[in-house]
């Protein structure tokens, strides 16, 4: 199924690695695994399949082994309870990786998809951090509570650009901020693992970007040989 989109926004990252988590840079978790989430907050005029979804959030809750890519990733996948369930679906079609465009590249760091369904989302802008409150079926699954990492005593946080995760952001070279975690508890039963709560590990904020037509990559390449061949027809 291929879906339309153009959803941009800004991300939270936190998982139980140190800093900075290593799936940015392409090689092992800290800890043997890696547990954590991504949470995505659309900006006004954010739509797929032309549905209106500015100011919603999806969260992905990940757990993995070894390296990000080809590790055996399972995912739960929680979309804001405020969208109307069909479009609630188009958005777990799209972050499963089952949609097409460039969210099709998430397949490979989500995984298996265990879970899916709508959940009481809340992202929080605190000063200059962050706060993550998922609740689902009554029981708060993730909260999370970062700020920005500084090095020094200098106002500006320490940024990462051309990292192993912009292409999957869809944000090229642009930088993203590190932040460390305050609080990061993650309890979801359909995951593997103990729950997990820890403080003090690896956050990233930034931009992300996706767009797709929903047109099949295939029809279209046909339609381009088409094209080429009448073209070439014409010049003979």
């Known amino acids: 199924m291929n879906v339309s989109y153009h959803l941009s926004g800004t991300f939270v990252e936190a998982c139980n690695c140190t800093l900075v988590c ?10 043997d695994f890696c547990a954590g989430l991504f949470a995505w907050t659309f900006a006004p005029g954010s739509t797929i399949e032309g549905h209106d979804v500015g100011d919603r959030h999806v969260v992905s809750a990940t757990v993995h082994g070894d390296a990000r890519r080809g590790a055996g990733s399972e995912s739960a996948i ?6 109307d369930r069909a479009v609630a679906d188009l958005l777990v079609t799209a972050f499963a990786g089952r949609g097409g465009g460039p969210l099709a590249d998430l397949a490979e760091v989500t995984g298996d998809v265990v879970l899916a369904g709508p959940a009481a989302i809340t992202v929080a802008a605190e000063g200059a951090g962050f706060g993550i409150r998922v609740v689902s079926g009554g029981t708060q699954v993730v909260a999370v509570d970062g700020r920005p ?10 940024t990462l650009a051309h990292t192993a995760l912009s292409h999957e952001l869809g944000i090229g070279d ?11 508890a993650l309890d979801v039963a359909a995951l593997p693992g103990p729950p997990i709560e820890v403080e003090g590990r690896s956050g990233m904020t930034g931009p992300f970007r996706y767009d797709a037509t929903g047109a099949d990559e295939a029809d279209a390449d046909e339609r381009d040989a088409e094209a080429a061949g009448e073209r070439d027809d014409g010049r003979a």
């Open 22 to 31: 290593p799936c940015w840079v392409d090689d092992e978790p800290s800890e």
């Open 78 to 83: 929680f979309v804001d309870e405020r969208l």
């Open 149 to 158: 990492r500084r090095f020094d005593s200098s106002a500006k946080p320490l």
């Open 174 to 184: 642009a930088a993203v901020t590190a932040a460390v975690t305050r609080e990061l």
